[in-house]
């Protein structure tokens, strides 16, 4: 009776070990990377809200830029203005960081479960918020409408195609059919 349990528990031991093979265990460790990295932004934006609120009012300002006259419209210059796009950048980046930490629970949560479904939607949630974020709002609107891309001194396009490339990188793992299946 003995042998036959200890060979029962050494079963189970070594069943969690062969879950770190697996695509759901990336699947959690590439969330909870994502999710570290969205909450010391959004942090980093609360405490030190001065640096990058330069960022924002310059972007939206388009003084760094080269200055054409076709383009020049674009520009927000009201401070008023630029200081609710920055408090709504550091909603959304805390938000998203808070769906993709939920997130990142629910995969360790599944990882004993054999369970995914429900880590799969809020890790595809908040990872598509931040495709939104920094593609969307940084790539495409501060880039190209407000032509960051201009700018030698405020622009953020390194970063947001990095953070682009890593969102969608990890959406990419969380939905690989071998995430769905605990035995695959």
Known sequence: MRDGGARSKGARSG???????????AAT????????YMALVAFGNITDFGT??????????MDT????????WRAVESPALQDAAYV???VWETVAAAVLLLATVLWCAGLRRGAYGRARAASTAGLVMVLLLFGLGFMAIGGEWFAMWQSSDWN?????????????????????PAAARPDA
């Open 15 to 25: 069943a969690r070990w062969r879950i770190l093979g697996t695509a759901p265990f």
């Open 29 to 36: 460790a590439l969330t909870g990377t994502v999710a570290v």
């Open 52 to 61: 990058n609120q330069q960022f924002v009012r310059h972007v939206l300002a």
């Open 65 to 72: 830029t080269f200055k054409d006259p076709d383009l020049m």
């Open 88 to 90: 709504a950048i550091i």
């Open 156 to 176: 953020g396009l390194d970063a947001a195609a990095r953070n682009v490339a890593l969102a969608a990188f990890t959406l990419l793992v969380v939905h690989l």
